[in-house]
T-cell receptor, first 117, second 110 residues
C-alpha cells in the first residue's frame, strides 16, 4: 500500500519551456503533498508543502512564481517549472501523506529528472 | 544545530556484515522516526517507521529509538550487495514538519 506515482520520470526540454510534473497517490488520500529538489549526492531540499484545496507554502528562497504548485484533489498535485532554464535542471521528488492520520509517514514518488538544454 | 544529524559516510562493508547506521535529533517533541532507502536516481523508499522507544524488527532490518538520548539507529543483518544505497533517517512531530538527515551512503562489497 501507500503508493505514490510521479510522472514523467525524465524530461529533456529547451530553455524557456514550461514543464509540468504530476504526483499521484494511488491508494490513499493525500491531504498533504511535499515537493523536494535533490542535487547529485546531496540530501533532499524541501521546496514547498501543499494542502489539498489550499495555496502551497513555499520554503525560503523558493520562487513561487517560478515553481507553480497545484493540489486540487486528494490524489493529485502538480509542479510546473515555468520558463525553465539550465539552472533548474535537477531531480524533483514529490511525497504525500494523509495528514488526518497523524501516524502516517511521507511516501515518496520515484522522482523526475529534469534536464534543460 | 540541525534538527537531525546523520553521518554522511560513505560506509563500505563486506557482504554478510552487520551494518549500523545512526542519527541524532535535537527536538524532544519529535514523536515519529523513519528510515528511508534511496537507490540512485530513485525516490526514497520507506523502510521502517516507529513512534516509540525501543526496537522494531522487519526481516534483516531493525530500527532502534532511544528518546532519552535522542538517538536513532538502523541495523542491517547479513548485508547484501542489493542493500547498497543511501539511507535517510527522518523525524517528525504531530504536524506536517519532517526533518531529514543528509543520508549515509552504503556500499556492500560482494
Amino acid at each position: 500500500g501507500a503508493v505514490v506515482s510521479q510522472h514523467p520520470s525524465w524530461v529533456i526540454c529547451k530553455s524557456g519551456t514550461s514543464v509540468k510534473i504530476e504526483c499521484r497517490s494511488l491508494d490513499f488520500q493525500a491531504t498533504t503533498m511535499f515537493w523536494y529538489r535533490q542535487f547529485p549526492k546531496q540530501s533532499l531540499m524541501l521546496m514547498a508543502t501543499s494542502n489539498e484545496g489550499s495555496k502551497a507554502t513555499y520554503e525560503q528562497g523558493v520562487e513561487k512564481d517560478k515553481f507553480l504548485i497545484n493540489h486540487a484533489s486528494l490524489t493529485l498535485s502538480t509542479l510546473t517549472v515555468t520558463s525553465a532554464h539550465p539552472e533548474d535542471s535537477s531531480f524533483y521528488i514529490c511525497s504525500a501523506r494523509d495528514f488526518r492520520n497523524s501516524n502516517q509517514p511521507q511516501h515518496f514518488g520515484d522522482g523526475t529528472r529534469l534536464s534543460i538544454l | 544545530q540541525k534538527e537531525v544529524e546523520q553521518d554522511p559516510g560513505p560506509l563500505s562493508v563486506p557482504e554478510g556484515a552487520i551494518v549500523s547506521l545512526n542519527c541524532t535529533y535535537s527536538n524532544s517533541a519529535f514523536q515519529y522516526f523513519m528510515w528511508y532507502r534511496q537507490y540512485s536516481r530513485k525516490g526514497p523508499e520507506l523502510l521502517m517507521y516507529t513512534y516509540s522507544s525501543g526496537n522494531k524488527e522487519d526481516g534483516r532490518f531493525t530500527a532502534q529509538v532511544d528518546k532519552s538520548s535522542k538517538y536513532i539507529s538502523l541495523f542491517i543483518r547479513d548485508s547484501q550487495p542489493s542493500d547498497s544505497a543511501t539511507y535517510l533517517c527522518a523525524s517528525a512531530n504531530t504536524g506536517n514538519q519532517f526533518y531529514f538527515g543528509t543520508g549515509t551512503s552504503l556500499t556492500v562489497i560482494p
